[in-house]
């Protein structure tokens, strides 16, 4: 088969062409470079390509750097950028596989290739006809939540090799077919961000605007903040404040005032009930023509767990999400995985627009 692999200089994709290059697939591999956002370039980026380098020169394959730096700055990080500036929490990661990776990419190059292969923990399930997306064996690294916006045709000419794979006998693969990456850190932050401090980037487009931080209970004020926009609901780190533990637990955009709560436990950063909007199914709505709650289960976070819980449709095409159990770090903008009971099947996403608070 003919396969386009898009590697990023990291050891899950460098294990990714090992193992397509074993099963004798004919591989064409592929670099996306994004630029900084003042496009004056990234050291980090020639590190990677390098290594990329040595892989393709490895296994003899055909290697091309494909620049997305514009469309990634007109959509990915436009979108980003104006959903913090409304108050609310994007999640660029999504957005950078539904429009970049498996969007422009795809339809300059990788429509070429019979299907795309990437590094994702994750995998594909076809059940009487339909592909689904699955989760990954490794629950840890499962990264379907990343996945959970792309349409239909992009889940079909995908590939996730890796999905069948824990994270550790990844790293053992890469040691005993001596990849020169085998022993590199796993990369951290936001897609194509790379080393760029976020909050730097943050205050080079949205600037400092100083703000009270006020402690939801008693209304005393506690500090001061540089931009509502630098934090999130949920976030205990950077608030700058003692005697925490301190919680963010709410935002007034109008008034640029940022709530806090006390206690690794405060209840009001939990709530029971998640409402969605803009509800997107990969593979088709499994439950159209059901009125009642449907039992699932979902994440509200990239995190491990999967949360259980019901799904209701209203009548205005609004969705519900309720919990049994308490759900932390509710944040409007960002979005709920939908997952079957079984916690297998990834069925779609939507956006949280609030949640109902234990108070």
């Known amino acids: 088969m003919n396969i386009a692999v898009l590697i990023s200089g990291g050891v899950d994709s460098a294990v990714v062409v090992h193992r397509l290059k074993e099963q004798g697939h004919d591989l064409h591999l592929f670099y996306i470079r994004i630029g900084l956002d003042d496009d004056s370039g990234d050291c980090s980026a020639e590190e990677d390509i390098e290594m990329c380098r040595l892989i393709a020169r490895k296994y003899a394959l055909p290697f091309d750097v494909v620049s997305l730096h514009q469309e990634y700055w007109d959509n990915v990080m436009e979108y980003a950028l104006r959903t913090v500036r409304q108050g609310l929490t994007p999640n660029p990661d999504i957005m950078c596989n539904k429009m970049i990776k498996f969007g422009f990419f795809e339809q300059r190059w990788g429509h070429e290739c019979e299907k795309t292969a990437t590094g994702h923990y994750a995998s594909t399930e076809i059940i009487d006809g339909t592909t689904f997306l699955a989760t990954a ?3 840890v690294k499962d990264q379907t939540d990343f996945l959970a916006r792309i349409s239909y045709d992009q889940l079909t000419h995908l590939m996730f090799p890796l999905g069948t794979m824990p994270k550790a006998m990844v790293r053992e693969t890469a040691i005993a077919a001596k990849l020169p990456n085998a022993f590199r850190k796993d990369s951290q932050g936001i897609c194509f961000l790379g080393k760029i401090n976020y909050n730097d980037f943050i205050k080079r487009h949205l ?4 703000g009270a931080i006020i402690e939801l209970e008693t209304g005393r004020k506690l500090g001061e903040h540089n931009g509502f926009w630098f934090h999130t609901i949920g976030q205990r780190k950077g608030l700058g404040l003692s ?9 007034n955009v109008h008034d640029n005032v940022v709530y806090v709560s006390q206690g690794y436990s405060t209840e009001k950063q939990f709530g029971h009930t998640l409402h969605l909007d803009e ?11 059901i009125t009642e709650p449907v039992n699932i289960t979902f994440k509200n976070r990239h995190m491990p767990e999967f949360l259980k819980g019901t799904l209701t449709r209203l ?8 919990s049994p159990t308490k759900v932390q ?3 409007p903008g960002q979005f709920a995985v939908i997952y079957d009971e079984a916690a297998h ?8 627009t609030g949640r109902d608070v234990l108070l």
């Not at 925490?244 to 637990?249: A, E, S």
């Not at 509800?279 to 023509?289: A, E, L, Q, R, T």
């Not at 099947?345 to 949280?352: K, N, P, Q, V």
């Open 243 to 251: 005697g925490g533990p301190w919680y963010v637990v709410k935002k």
């Open 207 to 210: 600037g400092i605007k100083k």
């Open 329 to 331: 770090g509710i944040a």
């Open 345 to 352: 099947l990834c069925y779609g996403s939507g956006i949280i």
């Open 279 to 289: 509800m997107h199914f990969i593979s088709g709505n499994p439950w159209v023509d």
């Open 315 to 322: 009548t205005d095409g609004e969705y519900v999400i309720e």
């Open 137 to 139: 064996v490794d629950p």
